[in-house]
């Protein structure tokens, strides 16, 4: 399977505090992708990184890539309460130029204020 | 910003019953897919779609699902004899050539 798996399952710290994430992947992949999701609620994109690239930044969001570890990581800096959520990464599967992406379980971030 | 729509946002519908979920993809994407979550499970992908074909489907897309892009606009997922194991969350996304897709809301599917 080339799904990738997310560790911890579970995160609880204060606000204020960093938060890291961690993805694990089997296979070679094109892309990585982060997305969140808040209870019960859809899928929102955060960040993505290619096979080519280490790291990436957007606003408080540092994602990492190892490829040779197949492994990435998402910080969150300065968490907020509102960060609270569940957070996902998603490999890619290349056919036919097509994209399908494999989801972990998911990391359940709980910030609290 | 552009955004991919669902709807309903959530459907319940009895055993046996047949439903349409319906997604409006972003207006210049061109690939499209489906993907459900069962409660408190991974996000697992169900088909996509491109050039009003079938690209890929999982072992999940038995004959009891089809998708439809029945106009410019819409892209549906058809469940034609709904079973108890169908109740989940089902996302759509869209994407252009680029790898990042899009996400919906989701509809939540309660089969009683």
């Known amino acids: 399977s080339q799904q990738g798996e997310e560790d911890p399952q579970a995160l609880s710290i204060q606000e204020g505090e960093n938060a890291t994430m961690n993805c694990s992947y089997k296979t070679s992949i094109n892309n990585l992708q982060w997305y969140r999701q808040n209870s019960g609620r859809g899928l929102v994109h955060l960040i993505l990184i290619r096979s080519n690239e280490r790291e990436k930044h957007s606003g408080r969001l540092r994602v990492t890539l190892d490829t040779s570890k197949k492994s990435s990581s998402l910080l969150i800096t300065a968490s907020r309460a509102a960060d609270t959520a569940s957070y996902f990464c998603?490999?890619?599967?290349?056919?036919?130029?097509?994209?399908?992406?494999?989801f972990g379980s998911g990391t359940k971030l709980n910030v609290k204020p | 910003e552009p955004e991919v729509t669902q709807t309903p946002s959530h459907q319940v519908t009895q055993m046996g019953q047949e439903v349409i979920l319906r997604c409006v993809p972003i207006?210049?994407?061109?690939?499209f897919y489906w993907y459900r979550q069962i409660l408190g499970q991974k996000v697992e992908f169900l088909v996509s779609?491109?050039?009003?074909?079938?690209?890929?489907k999982s072992e999940i897309f038995d004959d009891q699902f089809s998708v439809e892009r029945p106009d410019g606009s819409n892209f549906t997922l058809k469940i034609r004899s709904t079973k108890l194991e169908d109740s989940a969350m089902y996302f759509c996304?869209?994407?252009?050539?680029?790898?990042?897709?899009?996400f919906g809301p989701g509809t939540r599917l309660t089969v009683t």
């Open positions: 998603a490999t890619d599967g290349i056919l036919r130029n097509f994209n399908k992406f494999y």
């Open positions: 996304a869209s994407s252009v050539l680029v790898h990042e897709q899009y």
């Open positions: 207006s210049n994407h061109l690939y």
């Open positions: 779609f491109y050039n009003n074909e079938i690209s890929e």
